[in-house]
């Protein structure tokens, strides 16, 4: 991905101010003046490290990373200002030289600690923070520079053979902490690539891995000179203050560069390479940014979409939008699948007809995906249910042609059928909406069965004494024993009467059965009545069976 012309000339005049401040020192060195030239110096690195902290306040999101390395930045600037003081105010030899040489390591420690604590938060939002756990390593940095700065103490960071008082550049010797402050800067920023390599998903970044790798080796190759040959002609063209915070930022600014850590730099591109239908319009109406798959508008349209749905492309995209400084962000949405499925929910007639809820979570269901899921659920539940009956009501259609008396017989019994389907799928979408559904909801449905079977031939009537909320699942349960007892009486039945009492803590359904199709036996019920926790009663008298349950009602605690 490419990056905007801003950062671009901004790297560079970073990275020429940094190399100016080298040529000058070569060159007033040779040329012998005896001014000083740190001050100099230090104005263009500041420059340099400025430049890039602006750059960073503006192209970085996430508020952790772009607070902990502008901290770094403020840290480099200290480091370099400590630098000037101490070879620009201060005699080589004296006392608070030397303390100021031992501030050098504050910005060396802390600064690949602020910038690995950056790389953690890749991925996590503002609201998000790094475990605590990290934060410990603040605890690790704190000991080591306190013990560099209290090496006249103890001198396990520089070892003076000659002693303090008479101490050169070159007369000490490093000591074991100092080592573990050069181990320190490796494992973090090693670890850095790995948490910045690893958190990416993007394969075609993954591969630019090596760009980072080329500060780090450099800075590898410089430590390995400083440890092992002061007189090195790249220590003396680069000390280590100004080389250490060209290295930091050139480190980072690479991460930033090849996108392992995130930015707004040239974000027109990410609009662009974007898969959802988004834009950005001016208050003028001119589009500023647009991804592939967006369509234009009009600036009224999109005026218009702020504060309600446009549709487009026959009611199949939703044009949404929101004012931003400067204009507006508009997008879009595919509804084709919510359209198709509120027109699979229409022809199901009387039964949404019912439910002014369905209707309700219908119009949700264009922002509350979740809604979407559970809808989906409750249809196949309802459609698992009334499978059956929908089979039989197919095979009645289909049936080759008969006589007109047949006919109408079943079409009659179809009929029955159907309004099993109609009722207990009410009766689902209320039982799963609400814990308790009202008792004259199913003495309802028994009611609309009975006219149908009255309409098939056979009489029927009943009645319905009290009435009281009832578990969703019992009342379905209840109603389906009501069907398969029905079913098994006709065709063939003379008469059926059914009588529903609803008391406070329990309900009975008795049904008189005239010369029925087939006698049932109360292991048939058995299974329904056990998860009912209810009873059944049968009694034969003739040609006539008795069928009593006895159920009782269960109250769910809140």
């Not at 103490?153 to 007369?171: N, W, Y």
Request: charged share 20%.
């Amino acid at each position: 991905m490419e990056h905007s012309r801003e950062s671009i000339v901004c790297n560079v005049v970073c990275v020429l101010l940094f190399v100016g401040a080298w040529i000058l020192r070569q060159l007033i060195q040779h040329n012998g003046r005896s001014y000083s030239y740190n001050s100099m110096i230090l104005v263009l690195i500041a420059a340099a490290i400025l430049i890039w902290a602006i750059q960073l306040r503006r192209r970085l999101l996430a508020t952790y990373i772009r607070s902990s390395l502008t901290a770094a930045a403020v840290l480099m600037l200290f480091w370099m200002i400590l630098r000037t003081i101490k070879y620009e105010f201060l005699p080589e030899e004296s006392e608070l030289s030397r303390y100021i040489w031992y501030l050098y390591y504050i910005p060396m420690i802390f600064i690949p600690l602020l910038m690995f604590l950056s790389a953690l938060h890749i991925g996590k939002s503002d609201r998000q923070t790094v475990s605590r756990g990290w934060k410990l390593l603040y605890s690790a940095a704190y000991v080591l520079a306190v013990s560099v700065l209290t090496n006249d103490v103890h001198q396990k960071v520089f070892f003076f053979p000659e002693g303090l008082s008479d101490r050169s550049d070159i007369a000490y010797i490093h000591g074991p902490v100092y080592y573990m402050v050069v181990v320190w800067m490796a494992v973090l920023f090693a670890a850095m690539l790995v948490i910045v390599f690893s958190r990416c998903a993007v394969s075609s970044v993954r591969k630019k891995i090596w760009v980072p790798m080329i500060p780090l080796a450099m800075g590898i190759v410089y430590t390995a000179l400083y440890l092992t040959d002061s007189s090195s002609v790249a220590l003396r063209i680069m000390t280590l203050p100004e080389t250490g915070c060209f290295l930091f930022a050139a480190f980072m600014e690479s991460l930033i560069l090849i996108h392992l850590v995130p930015s707004n730099d040239n974000y027109g591109e990410f609009w662009n390479a974007a898969s959802l239908r988004v834009g950005i319009m001016d208050l003028e109406g001119k589009i500023c940014y647009a991804s592939e798959r967006s369509i234009p508008f009009e600036l009224e349209q999109v005026k218009r979409a702020e504060d309600q749905d446009v549709f487009q492309e026959s009611g199949n995209l939703v044009l949404r939008s929101s004012r931003i400084p400067g204009g507006y962000c508009y997008w879009t949405k595919d509804i084709s699948y919510i359209n198709t499925l509120n027109n699979s929910l229409s022809e199901l007639g009387d039964v949404l007809e019912e439910e002014n809820v369905m209707l309700r979570a219908e119009q949700k269901l264009l922002q509350e995906q979740e809604r979407i899921r559970r809808q989906n659920e409750l249809y196949d539940a309802i459609a698992q249910k009334i499978r059956p009956r929908l089979d039989q009501i197919s095979r009645i259609l289909e049936e080759p042609d008969r006589d007109d008396e047949e006919f109408i017989r079943e079409m009659k019994y179809a009929c029955i059928l159907n309004a099993y389907v109609k009722r207990y799928s009410n009766l689902l979408l209320m039982a799963r909406q609400n814990t308790y559904v009202d008792s004259g909801e199913l003495w309802l449905a028994l009611s609309e069965s009975l006219n149908h079977v009255e309409l098939y031939g056979v009489k029927a009537c009943g009645s319905c004494q009290g009435a009281s909320p009832l578990p969703g699942d019992q009342l379905l349960i209840l109603y389906e024993l009501f069907e398969y007892i029905l079913e098994s009486a006709i065709p063939g039945a003379a008469a059926l009467f059914v009588n529903l009492v609803v008391l406070e803590e329990e309900l009975s359904l008795r049904m008189t059965l005239e010369t029925p199709r087939e006698f049932l036996t109360e292991e048939l019920l058995k299974v329904q009545m056990t998860e009912l926790c209810g009873t059944v009663h049968l009694e034969l008298e003739q040609q006539t069976e008795y069928v009593s349950l006895l159920v009782p009602i269960r109250r769910i605690p809140v």
